[in-house]
């Protein structure tokens, strides 16, 4: 390993301490990680933290301006935008839209941020996809990473996705009371991701799949005489006793229904899988129900997440960009999540407990998003296309929401977006991906 190689993992070595609080050469690891081992998008999505600090030191090229920023996502990438149900749990399947699915990291920052984050994303999404065999991702040597096969299509899909945040922005400026009241929904066949919609909505109230397969079919226990969680080894386990009493006492107040039990819940997402979270199944009582079978009344049950909450990505490296960052982290995320979605989830609070700062927010019975490997099930290019130009509406719309007063923001962002700007975003989201593939194999050769 030469210098600039070494200083290089040093970097990663240290950014990963900071937020993991693990040290990936010396210790085992945890499941995060060695899943981020697994491909260089899954090292991306692991590593946010480490995109701001490349942004702060200059290693990544992105131009903003103070006029650009907004409340922005923080974890913008290929894998956060999904269906759900607009509004929460009870929502019908015509209430399902395509839009950012995960706030963990929100804040005000500058757009581009979102947008080159999003773009980065497309290259490795695509490589992850086209370097593909049953499910794993072909660890190729490293000489081919600057012709990594499914870049070509990459670049196109995040031109289009540049070139559609602009023509939303412009459909604002123009239109402003109308389209900050639109949503991306209702995908014609043959788009990538129709069926994505079609299970997203059978999964909700009402669709024929709700009672099999929702979160909440699949989380509870079905053959139960009472409502109570299921148990998954490894992922998700009932609390009982004094441990159950402790939790449903500190975030009972929070909820709008009898807690009917609860659970701590194991490895979900990846960025944030290593913060706690436990899980409140929340609904009718024996009284309430007045001895009808719960079952028959699965629709008035939902569940509630409680998740530790951790500080946006962007916050060690940008701590001074704006005041509403001072705000306790759980706050921040709340504070964006009612900004920038059109109808916020029926449930969504922050409580200061047991010295961290937790959400409390409902968990959808439809969430449904699009893996890397689902790209390769049909043409690349067009795939990514299709994704890249809903994603571009669905993040123009949340940004755009953040402040209705005008439409500075997005006069700003139609003359930030150039087609010479937009070329060289593209060149330079295609260069970070690069980085991170070989960031990727650095920490797989050192561990």
Partial sequence: MDAASDVRLQEIVEEIRRVDEIDILSEEGTAKHADMAGSPFAFFRGTASLYYRDLRDGRLKVDVA????????????????????????WAAPHHVVFCPNDFDDAGVGHAEWDLMRYAVSLFLAADRASCDEDGIYVDWPLDRIARSPGFGAARKAARKFLKHYRKTCADIAERPDDCWDEVVCDFKSGHFLADFEKKAKKRAVGGKDFHRKSKLAKAVDLEGAVPRFGQEPGRLERLLGQRASTIVEAFRPYVDDTVCDAAVRYGAGLGARDADRYYLLVGPDAEARDGQDWRRLLELYHVVEIKEQRPAAFQAHFPALDPANLMPSAHLVVDCQRLMQRRPDRILDEVEWNNNHWLVRTRHHSKVS??????????????????????????????????????????????????????????????????????????????
């Fill in 66 to 89: 103070r006029r650009s920023l907004t409340r922005i996502q923080g974890d913008s990438h290929f894998e956060n935008f999904g269906f759900l149900t607009e509004g929460g749990t």
């Fill in 370 to 447: 699009a893996d890397a490997e689902d790209l390769a099930d049909g043409d690349l290019e067009d795939n990514l296309v299709d994704h890249a130009k809903a994603s571009a509406r669905a993040i123009a719309l949340a940004h755009g929401r953040a402040d209705k007063r005008s439409r500075r923001f997005e006069c700003h962002m139609i003359e930030r977006l150039s087609g010479d700007a937009i070329a060289d975003m593209v060149s330079e989201a295609e260069a970070y991906a690069t980085r991170v593939m070989q960031d990727w194999a650095l920490m797989r050769r050192a561990r």
